[in-house]
């Protein structure tokens, strides 16, 4: 590759802060609420124009379940439950009975962050990329980091938006940014795993609510004519609107969107799928001359991507077994979920059970181990997956860039569990900067303390 040599600039300092988020995604949002709520001056940069990450940008608008299995014992709460219930009064959000988990109104809920950032003093940096970090106080490089030792930690973010190139020096960092930007770039150690779940993309549709079995037969008919595979496809309303629906269309298959080309070739074979997919259902649909495109996301639906290598990493069978961790600062229900690189879906519950969706779209019940009346309820999601394996001290990392073996990620992934996770990486990232601790020595148990004092449930 042919190359140019970048010349070297004096970069402005834009800001002094505590706490630096990377990433304005739920984990990121939480997690600079909650060091803003312990009394440090927190800035968040995000690249988009708004907060939310996947769960605004990529129109995913179902929160999965805040109870244990038997949906008796309430395992969730915080600021999830304080953002649900927010959208519940302003009529954006229904509780759907038969699936388990609540919709919400993913706009609405792009006005709920941004007041929750505004109440909270958070310093917002939107359409702000986070292009690299610097160590101590040169760039960051391999023989930097070498030469680093134990205690040296980030002391600031070069990022670049409307103003040019600036630097956010900062005293720590949470690497929110769902693709282990931060941590990538002063070379903390990542990893990708080999069946990196796929990218969707998922429209809001008019005129095709309730006629899902009748669209999955028109698409096994003629989706051939379209280019167009049997594929799994899930769909839920969007409150308040009667006639709206978030439609999952299908996988963006083939591609590893970490890569930029792959990223920008997912982008428009997504959006190629939804015009098929309008194009089959104005043709074959009764009542498809109706159907309408209400809005693509504004970016693909990345589900995952890098990985940091923590001082834990979540086990499948912690997962799947409900392994009480004593640095727990999450709790979980929502079931193994391996949304596989050939289109099928594997889903692996606490009580043995499972779900399989077939290459053909075709959904199967089974088991994957024996039934068992002492099955547990939920899972725990520990502190260590959060804190980096390496000598760069001032750094946690949340979201979908958790420690996490491929099952137990399929499941740590979804909001409710991210939101948890970004809530105790500010709580934590408080106490480090207040008690001067590197990542790895903050106090689990005061963490978990100033947590369930915010209102978490620590069990
Ligand atoms: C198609 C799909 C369907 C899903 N379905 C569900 C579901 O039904 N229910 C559920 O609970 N979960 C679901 N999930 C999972 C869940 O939505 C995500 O795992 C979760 O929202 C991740 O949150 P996050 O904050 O870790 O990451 P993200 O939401 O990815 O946030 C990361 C943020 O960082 C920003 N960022 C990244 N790089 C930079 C940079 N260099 N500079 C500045 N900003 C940057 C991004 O713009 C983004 O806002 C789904 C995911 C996908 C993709």
């Not at 051939?224 to 609107?241: C, I, Q, S």
């Not at 959904?363 to 009346?373: C, V």
Request: proline share 3%; charged share 25%.
């Amino acid at each position: 590759m042919e190359t140019v040599v970048e010349p070297e600039r004096r970069l402005p300092i834009i800001s002094t802060v505590d706490v630096c988020v990377v990433g304005g995604g739920m984990a990121g949002v939480f997690a600079a609420v909650r060091a803003s709520q312990l009394g440090m001056k927190v800035a968040i940069i995000e690249k988009n124009d708004f907060f939310g990450g996947i769960a605004t940008a990529g129109n995913v608008n179902a929160w999965f379940s805040m109870y244990d299995t038997t949906g008796k014992k309430k395992i969730v709460s915080g600021l999830t439950e304080e953002v649900l219930e927010e959208l519940k009064a302003r009529g954006a959000a229904q509780y759907q009975q038969s699936a388990g988990f609540t919709t919400v109104n993913t706009e609405e809920l792009k006005l709920v962050l941004d007041n929750l950032i505004k109440k909270n003093k958070i310093e917002a940096h939107l359409g702000t990329r986070f292009c690299t970090a610097f160590v101590g106080d040169s760039a960051a490089s391999s023989a930097v980091v070498e030469f680093a030792g134990v205690n040296t930690g980030v002391s600031c973010a070069v990022v670049e938006n409307a103003d040019g190139r600036g630097v956010i020096k900062a005293k720590f960092f949470v690497d929110a940014s769902g693709d282990a930007a931060l941590c990538r770039r002063v070379l903390l150690s990542y990893y990708k795993v080999a069946n990196m779940q796929p990218p969707t993309i998922c429209g809001v549709f008019a005129g095709i609510d309730g006629k899902n079995a009748e669209i999955a037969k028109i698409v096994a008919e003629h989706g051939e004519e379209f280019g167009m595979k049997p594929v799994w496809r899930g769909d839920n309303a969007v409150p308040g609107f009667a006639k709206l629906t978030v439609h999952n269309e299908g996988h963006v298959m083939g591609y590893d969107v970490s890569f930029a080309a792959q990223h920008t070739a997912a982008e428009l074979d997504g959006r190629e799928m939804i015009d098929n997919y309008l194009k089959i259902l104005r043709k074959y649909l009764k009542g498809g001359d109706k159907v309408q495109l209400v809005s693509l996301p504004a970016s693909i639906g990345v589900r995952e991507t890098f990985h940091v290598k923590s001082l834990h990493r979540v086990k499948d069978r912690e997962i799947l077994g409900g392994t009480k961790f004593k640095d727990a600062i999450a709790n979980g229900s929502y079931p193994v979920d391996v949304h596989n690189p050939d289109g099928s879906v594997t889903i692996k519950r606490l009580d043995g059970t499972t779900g399989t969706i077939g290459t053909d779209g075709v959904y199967t019940e089974g088991r994957w181990k024996d039934e068992d009346k002492n099955a547990p309820t939920y899972y725990q999601i520990p502190f260590r997956c959060l804190v980096p394996d390496h000598k760069i001290c001032n750094i946690l990392s949340v979201g979908r860039c958790i420690d996490a073996e491929e099952e137990a990620f399929s499941a740590m992934r979804v909001m409710v569990n991210a939101n948890q996770v970004g809530e105790a990486a500010g709580v934590a990232a408080a106490i480090a900067v207040k008690g001067g601790y590197i990542a790895r020595d903050i106090p689990v148990a005061e963490v978990r303390e100033r947590l369930a004092g915010l209102g978490a449930i620590i069990l």
